[in-house]
């Protein structure tokens, strides 16, 4: 089979469509013919020399895909050769075929196309193992998710009004700001105004009962100033750095609390394991996508040939919702 290789640390040049051993599918594994496998900013990470993939992974990037079975390991149950399906990755999507636990497999949701569905189960799996299995959002709550307009921020708005909760978004242009608006965003607020005054006035003072945070140290400190009383912090990346002072007086005042998470590395199984995390988004979320209520913001497909151009793009900022990259038919 081909699949992307990164040839050395360093910009989007680096990836290769090189030639690579099959994959094999162990005891509890499949085999994917892939159709499509989408992009993460945790893609460029590892381009870059800064996210290594956890011992036994695939060197090759790629954290999700979506292709169909075409070989099935021992112990698997529930999967056939043929069946289509996505996956959540711990690496090598950007392949003709990849391995993969069959825990965590999932099925296409009807109403989305194969091809889309390669981009679906990376934040899929983020959002809601962060704003419900750890947040615990529910109706009538308020939801501020920085980044509307990215891949995490596009499925984590749309999640979050499914939920019946009241959702804030950042961005930081009015195109963007809109495009929160359109997914159900019932607050957009320019990142470059200060938020926590853009939080206390629109929700009257009281601040807002959970945060999803994809910058890290630049937004601590407003982030815990725009959560109200028992509100809870869910950190999901550093693009704004890794170090932040923490006041834990504020903390104890307001009773809040912050949880900080990653998805990659996780056992498959376990009680904090991807399998379930994925078991519940089919169960719980999976409908909300198969009503409509949830779908996949695509920006562009492209060739996976083309996946230095892809990382460009993701380089030079303001993609809306995912890229996708098309591996075959």
């Known amino acids: 089979m081909y699949g992307i290789s990164i040839r050395e640390f360093g910009g989007p040049e680096v990836l290769e469509w090189t030639e690579q051993p099959d994959p094999e599918p162990g005891p509890g594994e ?4 892939v159709v499509a496998a989408g992009i993460n900013r945790a893609d460029v990470m590892q381009r870059q020399g800064n996210y290594p993939p956890p011992p036994g992974a695939s060197e090759l990037p790629g954290l999700e895909c979506s292709g169909r079975v075409s070989a099935v390991g021992s112990g698997v149950s529930g999967w056939a050769v043929g069946d289509p399906a996505c996956a959540l ?8 075929k990849v391995a993969v636990p069959a825990a965590q497999l999932l099925p296409v949701p009807d109403g989305v196309s194969l ?5 679906l189960p990376e934040v899929a799996c983020t959002v809601w193992s962060n704003v419900v299995l750890l947040g615990g959002l529910r109706a009538g709550q308020t939801f501020l998710v920085h980044g509307g307009s990215g891949g995490i921020g596009t499925h984590a708005i749309q999640v979050g009004k499914a939920l019946g909760a009241t959702v804030l978004a950042t961005a930081g242009h009015a195109d963007r700001l809109q495009i929160c608006r359109d997914l159900g965003a019932d607050h957009a607020l320019d990142y470059h105004d200060d938020l926590v005054d853009g939080v206390k006035t629109v929700t009257d003072g009281r601040g807002v009962d959970l945060i999803l945070d994809n910058i890290g140290a630049r937004t601590l400190g407003a982030n ?21 002072e923490v006041n834990l007086a504020k903390l104890l005042t307001k009773r809040l609390s912050m949880g900080a ?3 990659r590395a996780r056992p498959v199984e376990g009680p904090d394991g991807k399998a379930g995390i994925v078991s519940a988004v089919r169960d719980d979320l999976w409908p909300l996508v198969e009503a409509g209520h949830v779908r996949p913001i695509v920006q562009e497909r492209l060739p996976v040939q083309e996946a230095a151009r892809a990382h460009e793009l993701m380089d030079q900022g303001g993609v809306v919702g995912k890229l996708v990259l098309g591996v075959s038919g």
């Not at 091809?115 to 981009?119: H, L, P, R, W």
Request: aromatic content about 2%; charged content about 15%; overall charge negative.
């Open 115 to 119: 091809t889309d569905a390669g981009g």
């Open 30 to 33: 499949v085999v994917l013919d």
């Open 261 to 263: 998470t990653s998805l």
């Open 89 to 96: 990755l711990a690496g090598g999507g950007y392949a003709e």
């Open 224 to 244: 815990l100033d725009a959560l109200a009383t028992g509100g809870r912090l869910a950190i999901i990346g550093l693009m704004g750095g890794a170090k932040g």
